[in-house]
């Protein structure tokens, strides 16, 4: 009960509405107490009559007027308090479904600010869509119980605890009887429960995992249509329900032979109390009308027993959905995570949240320096060894090596995506843990190597890292981008839906939207990795043109798959299994023999083994990078109007 408990402590903001349920509640189960009394006097009134005066066992008397009065009376008393039960239930009806909404509210909101405020290590663990499968499950259980727990399980709690005062004070054994009922049938329930909850987990299990994989598939569908891999996948996401079924099937039957076994231990404690009622009524220790009212009063504790087992299993399933609840907000956030998201993971009420873009640090050199950096995913693999380097403002780098060298995972660390596992790296002159990653990231505009965007517009794609853009300032950077012609060319333009993660993009149009929306971010720092890969040559030049005025007066670091980008900028930066290679200026790195040297002569050859090797490091232009470079001189100058593909 204790991860229950938790839930709603956890969300005292709402305690109004605990205070109106509780109040509610107890006033229907008040007013659904008040109907056997008066059937009882009803039932008295009228054999009273009869047997007073019915003498000779003939028709009884015609009844005086003061009776008939009474008993008209009694009827309209039962309308009342039946129709105020009535009104009353429905408040508390409309109590519970805001509560719970609101509780839903609290609950998810907090949920997504864990998640945010989550170390990326996080995610590398999961798959997104069992995330998501688990969220629904175990806010939707707790949330259910709670809203029948307050409409109907909780006026019928306080009614039986009232039934057995009522019942305790005509005769005691009476309520002996009733009061054994609701331990025996938890006590059966619980036992029913335990291994039922067993197949039900495993269940879940199979199900999160069936949806983990649906919502991936569909995700990527294209990537399963062009495998002809379809209906592979949808065997192994149907034996996932055939497990479930598989699974019900001893469930099931295990509940039901229980509940069976519950029946007949409820009705024999029945049959007992029946039998008791029945002898003391006939030995005249009950008035008719006291019986009436008893039976119906036992009857209506006859509903709460039954309930009992759908409460306990409900309950069951709410304590296991809270649990994999806190589990996920028991998670470590990261230890620079912004404040207010930090807040929200905890706040009583859902927040009120700012939403203006966070400001960049003040620049201060080294803008970026790396210290003897080492850095590991998995504990004991190395990826990054001994790193050293630093950037002066203004200054551009290009990262070289071979795929799987550490080149994104410099991107990684520049972000405070993972934290680095010995030596120092300082931005704008700040040490990376002591900053806020707020303070960071607001500082570095990236474009990613897999450019992910998101649904919604083609506007909102480029000003989501500055939501209150004009349209001007989106329509400026996307025409530096390239990416206003084909934007244009939409017969929505601007406000054209992209669709899931930009699914209705090109790959490169994908990619000029990212490069625009990094530039309107307008940050000190500037990270391209591969930010062009997926243009043709001539697009890639016009996005170049573009890129190069924005590297001006920013320091980049550059990932780049074309000798013509690299040679341009300041400081080339090569990596060999993890370790920096080698350090210099494109020049002074052409002749010394290392990897950039031996990328350039890779280039200029024709031979084929020399291509595949130039494809290791990701690079596929075949032109020697002089003539590439004189060749992007000659489109900064042209018009970086449409080129679209
Ligand atoms: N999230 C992660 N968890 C564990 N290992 C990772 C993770 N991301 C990358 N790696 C590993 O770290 C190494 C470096 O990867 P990284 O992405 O930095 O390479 P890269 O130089 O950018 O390669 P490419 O040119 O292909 O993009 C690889 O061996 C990769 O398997
Ligand atoms: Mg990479």
Redesign the pocket.
């Known amino acids: 009960m204790q991860p229950f408990v938790r839930v709603l402590r956890s969300a005292s903001a709402l305690w109004p509405f605990y205070l109106a349920v509780v109040l509610v509640s107890s006033a229907v189960a008040a007013l659904g107490l008040v109907s056997p009394f008066i059937l009882r006097e009803a039932t008295d009134t009228i054999v009273g009559h009869l047997s007073g005066g019915g003498g000779g066992g003939g028709v009884a008397d015609a009844p005086g007027a003061e009776s008939v009065r009474r008993v008209a009376l009694l009827a309209f008393a039962l309308f009342a308090a039946e129709a105020g039960a009535s009104i009353l239930r429905n408040v508390s009806g409309y109590l519970g479904d805001v509560m719970v909404a609101r509780l839903r509210q609290i609950l998810s909101t907090r949920y997504f600010a864990k998640l945010l405020a989550l170390p990326q290590r996080y995610f590398?663990n999961q798959v997104t869509g069992t995330i998501i499968a688990r969220l629904d499950r175990s806010i939707a259980n707790v949330t259910q119980f709670i809203q029948s727990f307050a409409n109907n399980f909780l006026p019928m709690l306080l009614q039986v605890v009232a039934i057995l005062a009522i019942t305790g004070y005509y005769y005691w054994p009476l309520a002996v009887l009733l009061a054994l009922l609701f331990p025996l049938y938890t006590w059966l329930t619980a036992l029913t429960s335990k291994r039922w909850q067993k197949f039900e987990s495993e269940k879940n299990a199979n199900v999160d995992q069936g949806n983990g994989r649906f919502a991936e598939v569909v995700g990527q569908v294209k990537v399963t249509k062009s495998f002809v891999a379809e209906t592979r996948e949808l065997d192994k996401f149907s034996s996932h329900y055939a497990n479930t079924v598989d699974i019900t099937r001893p469930q099931s039957r295990w509940w039901h032979s229980m509940d069976t076994a519950r029946g007949v231990a409820m009705n024999l404690i029945f049959f007992g109390i029946y039998l008791i009622l029945f002898l003391r009524t006939l030995h005249g220790f009950f008035t008719i009308g006291e019986m009436v009212m008893l039976i119906q009063m036992t009857t209506m504790a006859r509903q709460p027993v039954t309930m009992m087992s759908w409460i306990v299993d409900s309950a069951q399933r709410a304590i296991a959905g809270s649990r994999d609840y806190f589990k996920v907000m028991d998670e470590p956030v990261e230890p620079t995570a912004n404040a207010e998201l930090v807040a929200a993971t905890a706040a009583a009420d859902v927040p009120r949240l700012s939403t203006a873009a966070h400001r960049a640090l003040p620049v201060r050199e080294p803008v970026i320096a790396f210290d003897h950096v080492d850095f590991s995913?998995?504990e004991g693999e190395q990826?990054l060894a001994d790193v050293t380097f630093a950037a002066r403002e203004g200054e551009k780098i290009a990262l070289v090596?071979e795929?799987?060298?550490?080149?994104?995972?410099?991107v990684n660390l520049l972000l405070g995506l993972y934290p680095i596992t010995a030596g120092r790296l300082t931005v704008c002159g700040r040490d990376v843990t002591e900053l806020g990653v707020e303070d960071l990231r607001a500082s570095t505009g990236v474009v990613f190597?897999e450019p992910a965007l998101f649904s919604g517009t083609v506007f909102e794609n480029i000003a989501y890292g500055k939501p209150d853009a004009t349209m001007d300032e989106v329509v400026a950077v996307a025409k530096r981008a390239n990416a206003h012609g084909f934007i244009s060319k939409f017969a929505d333009g601007y406000a054209t839906v992209i669709g899931e993660r930009g699914l209705r993009l090109s790959g490169g149009q994908k990619q000029r939207v990212a490069v625009a929306r990094a530039m309107l971010k307008d940050a000190p720092i500037l990270v391209l990795d591969?930010a062009t890969s997926a243009l043709d040559t001539k697009a890639e030049r016009a996005v170049q043109a573009g890129l190069d005025e924005l590297m001006e007066g920013r320091t980049t670091i550059m990932?780049a798959h074309r000798l013509s980008t690299i040679a341009g900028v300041d400081t080339i930066i090569t990596l060999r299994d993890g370790r920096i290679d080698e350090i210099g200026s494109p020049a002074q790195l052409a002749t010394s023999g290392g990897i950039y040297s031996e990328l350039l002569r890779l280039t200029a050859s024709s031979s084929a083994a020399d291509r595949a090797r130039l494809k290791a490091f990701?690079f596929h232009d075949g032109q020697p990078a002089s003539d590439d470079a004189d060749e992007a001189e000659d489109t900064d100058k042209t018009d970086t109007g449409d080129t679209d593909i």
Not at 403 to 410: A, D, E, N, Y
Request: hydrophobic residues 20%; glycine residues 30%; charged residues 20%.
């Open positions: 590398d995913y998995t990826v090596g795929s799987g060298g550490g080149k994104s995972t410099i190597q591969e990932i990701g």
